[in-house]
Structures are given as structure tokens and as C-alpha cells.
């Protein structure tokens, strides 16, 4: 299975805040690679798919890079809506693994 | 409008066995490749199989810890997915999503599963 490795795991930030959480996969994924906000009690949201496209409707301050084994996701201008839980997960080989997740907390 | 809704959560006994259900509604359901997703009591996300859509067979893969337990399944004369949880463990404890995986990107609220004696 490949593994994802996101860090940091906790991130204590300021609103307007400039964040990146990455994220590593134990093997190339090219760029099979989607981030995730979670709120508490909510399913998660998808932000960004195949490591850099937003999603419909996505804040253009959240952003996504990286190829083969190594991605982070970029939050510029952090919003009070922002602080949330962030995952990531490889959708390049099943089991589509995810991350054990980000939690961005208001500093 | 895409509508996942998952049922047939609930407290079952270590060893026991549990069938989730997942109705769809709002897209093809039929070529739909469709995902289960669970999550521990706060803990991460956990991939837990995929089923592929009628065009390529309905074939299923499975995350290794449910593999040889769990089955998934649909009808498509339904527009349900189902997962069937057999010898059911403590750490089989979560909540229970059907997704509709990326890019098209939509979830159930869930369904809450306890393994409990």
C-alpha cells in the first residue's frame, strides 16, 4: 500500500496567516493526489484534485503543487472558516490511502 | 441535485455482522464508480473499498484491514450501494460514508457503526 505522510500534524495560525501543509507518499503518484477540509461533525470537502486543480467553488486563497512523491497544500490569507482538519489521499493505486490529517487551529 | 444517504448504522456485537446501505440519487448511478470511507472516533480518514460502475464489471477492491470481512455491493435498480461488514471488530468502530469519489466529490452524512459487547 502506499503510505501518506502529511505534516506538520497540528498547525497554530493567525488569521491572515500564510500556511502550507505537506504531504509524502511512499511512492511516485505522479500527480493522483487530492487535499480535504474537514469541519467537526461534517464529511469531508474536497479542495483540490489531481495535486493543483480547485474545485468548483473553492476559495481561490487555497492552493496545490507537487508531482511524483512530494505535494503541499497552500492556504494564503487565512479566513476564520479555514481552521479546520486537512487531508490528504492518493487516488493513483487502491487502497486510495489518506494522510492521518492536519488540524489548523486559530493561534 | 446528487444526494447520498447512508442507513443501517447501529451497535453490534464483536463477531457480529452489519449491512450498510447507501441510496443515491441525482447522476447515473448505474456507471458511477462509488466509494466507502469510514472514520474512527476522532481519528483520520480510512479508504475502505470502491466499487466500479456496470460498464466495467462492478468489480470491487478493498482497503487490507476489511478485506476477506467486508463486501460491497450495489443495485442498480435501486440506485443503493451496500456494504456488508461480517466479523465485525472493536476497531471497526466509526463512521461509515458512500462517496462519490473526486473529482466529482460528494458524500453521505454518514452512518455510525459500534462494535460493542
Known amino acids: 500500500d502506499i503510505e501518506m505522510t502529511q505534516s506538520p500534524s497540528s498547525l497554530s495560525a493567525s488569521v491572515g496567516d500564510k500556511v502550507t501543509i505537506t504531504c509524502r507518499a511512499s511512492?511516485?503518484?505522479?500527480?493522483?493526489l487530492n487535499w480535504y477540509q474537514q469541519k467537526p461533525g461534517k464529511a469531508p470537502k474536497l479542495l483540490i484534485f489531481?495535486?493543483?486543480m480547485l474545485q468548483s467553488g473553492v476559495p481561490s486563497r487555497f492552493s496545490g503543487s507537487g508531482s511524483e512523491t512530494e505535494f503541499s497544500l497552500t492556504i494564503n490569507s487565512l479566513q476564520p472558516d479555514d481552521f479546520a482538519t486537512y487531508f490528504c489521499q492518493q487516488n493513483y493505486d487502491t487502497p486510495y490511502t489518506f494522510g492521518q490529517g492536519t488540524k489548523l487551529e486559530i493561534k | 441535485e446528487v444526494q447520498l444517504v447512508e442507513s443501517g448504522g447501529g451497535l453490534v456485537k464483536p463477531g457480529g455482522s452489519l449491512r450498510l446501505s447507501c441510496a443515491a440519487s441525482?447522476?447515473?448511478?448505474?456507471?458511477?464508480?462509488l466509494t466507502w470511507v469510514r472514520q474512527a472516533p476522532g481519528k483520520g480518514l480510512q479508504w475502505v473499498g470502491r466499487?466500479?460502475?456496470?460498464?466495467?464489471?462492478?468489480?470491487?477492491d478493498y482497503a487490507a484491514p476489511v478485506k476477506g470481512r467486508f463486501t460491497i455491493s450495489r443495485d442498480d435498480s435501486k440506485s443503493t450501494l451496500y456494504l456488508q461488514m461480517t466479523s465485525v471488530t472493536a476497531d471497526d468502530t466509526a463512521i461509515y460514508y458512500c462517496t462519490l469519489p473526486a473529482p466529482a466529490d460528494f458524500w453521505g452524512p454518514g452512518t455510525l457503526v459500534v462494535v460493542s459487547s
Open positions: 511512492q511516485d503518484i505522479t500527480n493522483y
Open positions: 466499487i466500479k460502475g456496470r460498464d466495467e464489471g462492478e468489480t470491487t
Open positions: 441525482g447522476f447515473s448511478f448505474d456507471k458511477a464508480w
Open positions: 489531481v495535486a493543483s
